[in-house]
C-alpha cells in the first residue's frame, strides 16, 4: 500500500486507479468501492494529511466522507472528545464550504450514536462548529483576548432544539478545549506536535487492519519514520553536545549524529544532512568571522617541547613567548627563549 499511498499523494486519481488495476478496490463506483476507498484513507498511515481533508470535502466525495466518518465509533463519547478523535486523523481544510461540509457529515453520524446531551443533529452541528471557533480562540497566538465561559454559553443559548446545552455539559466542553488544544496533523512542531505524534503511535495498534500489512517489507516505512523524527533526534543530540562534558556522553552523542546523518543522506533526507552540518559548524566555531580572518592570514606550524602551536610567521619570537609563558611559567620562558633557534621546528604549512 505505501505505493498506492505515493500515487494517491501525487494525484489521488492515479492512487485510486492503481488499487483498481491490483483488485484492492472495486472496479465500479458502488458503495463497496465507496467504503473499500474510506478503509484506505483511514488505515493507510502515508496518507498526506492535507490532502486528504481536502478529497473528502469536495463535494463529488460525499460519499466517501460519509462512509470515513463511519468508520469511527463515537458512543459514549462527548461531542468535543468524538471530533477531537475525528479531526486528528487530517487537516481541517481553510474554506468555509469545505469545514461546514465535513462537520456536517460528523454531526449526523455523532448524533446517531445517541449522546445523551444533544436533542437533534443541528446542535450537533452548531456546537461542533462552536468548538472549532473556541480551539482557535483559546490556542491562536494572533487572539489577545481570549473566550469566558459565560461568553461561549451565551453564544449558545437555545440551540439544543430550543433549548440551552446542560451547564456542566458546557463547562465540561470548554475545559477540554482551554486546557487540550485540538491538535491538526502536520500543523505543529514542538509539544503540542510530538504530543499528538506520540497519542498517534498508542493508538496505532487498534487502527491494524488489511490496509496495515507491508507482506513483509517492513523497511519500507524507515524513511518516513526517519523524516518525521529526524529534527527532534537531531534537537536532543546538540542539547547533548552543547551541556554535557562527560567523554563518554559526549562520544556517544557524536556517534548517534553520525548515525543520523548517514542514515539521513542514505534515504535522500538533505534538509537532516544540512542543519546537522550548520550544528556542527556552530559548535566548532567555524561560522565565527573572527576564525575566518585568522585562517586567511598565512599561519605557521611550531613545535617547542613536544608542544604544538600556530605562529604568525612575522613575529614567531614573541607568539612562542606568550604561548610558552601561559604553558610553563615565567622561569621557563627565559630558558625557552635562549634555545629557541636550536630547539624550535619551524614547518612552512599554508592553512
Not at 518525521?228 to 547533548?240: F, G, S, V
Not at 542514515?263 to 546537522?276: D, F, I, Q, W
Not at 556552530?282 to 617547542?304: E, F, I, R, Y
Request: aromatic letters at 8%.
Amino acid at each position: 500500500m505505501m505505493h498506492a499511498a505515493k500515487l494517491f499523494n501525487e494525484k489521488p486519481k492515479d492512487g485510486i486507479a492503481y488499487l483498481q488495476r491490483v483488485g484492492a478496490l472495486a472496479s465500479d463506483s458502488g458503495s463497496e468501492m465507496t467504503m473499500q476507498l474510506a478503509q484506505f484513507l483511514r488505515e493507510t498511515p502515508t496518507i498526506n494529511k492535507k490532502l486528504l481533508g481536502e478529497f473528502i470535502a469536495k463535494p463529488s466525495n460525499l460519499e466517501v466522507l460519509q462512509a470515513y466518518i463511519q468508520q469511527f465509533d463515537f458512543s459514549g463519547r462527548r461531542l468535543d472528545e468524538a471530533l477531537r478523535s475525528l479531526l486528528g486523523t487530517f487537516r481541517l481544510p481553510g474554506e468555509s464550504q469545505q469545514i461546514e461540509r465535513i462537520v456536517e457529515a460528523f454531526s449526523a453520524t455523532y448524533f446517531a450514536s445517541g449522546p445523551a446531551d444533544i436533542a437533534n443533529k443541528d446542535a450537533a452541528f452548531i456546537l461542533s462548529y462552536a468548538i472549532i471557533m473556541l480551539n482557535t480562540d483559546q490556542h491562536s497566538p494572533q487572539v489577545k483576548s481570549r473566550m469566558k465561559i459565560e461568553h461561549f454559553a451565551r453564544n449558545l443559548r437555545n440551540v439544543n432544539d430550543g433549548q440551552d446545552f446542560r451547564s456542566g455539559f458546557l463547562a465540561d466542553v470548554y475545559n477540554a478545549i482551554r486546557d487540550r488544544e485540538i491538535v491538526f496533523p502536520e500543523e505543529h512542531e514542538g509539544e503540542a506536535g510530538f504530543e499528538f505524534a506520540w497519542r498517534e503511535v498508542l493508538a496505532g495498534d487498534s487502527l491494524v487492519g488489511p490496509w496495515a500489512s507491508t507482506r513483509g517489507i517492513t523497511a519500507e516505512y524507515d524513511r518516513c519514520l526517519l523524516a518525521e523524527t529526524w529534527p527532534r533526534l537531531l534537537l536532543a543530540l546538540a542539547r547533548i553536545l552543547t551541556h554535557f562534558n562527560s567523554d563518554q556522553t559526549l562520544r556517544l552523542a557524536l556517534s548517534g549524529l553520525h548515525a543520523l546523518v548517514a542514515s539521513a543522506a542514505h534515504y535522500g533526507l538533505s534538509t537532516c544532512v544540512n542543519e546537522a552540518m550548520c550544528l556542527l559548524a556552530g559548535m566548532t566555531g567555524l561560522t565565527n568571522s573572527a576564525l575566518h580572518a585568522d585562517l586567511s592570514s598565512p599561519q605557521v606550524l611550531c613545535k617547542s617541547y613536544n608542544r604544538y602551536l600556530l605562529l604568525d610567521p612575522e613575529s614567531p619570537t614573541s607568539a612562542l613567548g606568550i604561548v610558552a609563558e601561559g604553558f610553563t611559567g615565567a622561569e621557563q620562558l627565559a630558558k625557552l627563549q635562549e634555545q629557541e633557534e636550536a630547539s624550535v621546528q619551524l614547518t612552512q604549512a599554508a592553512l
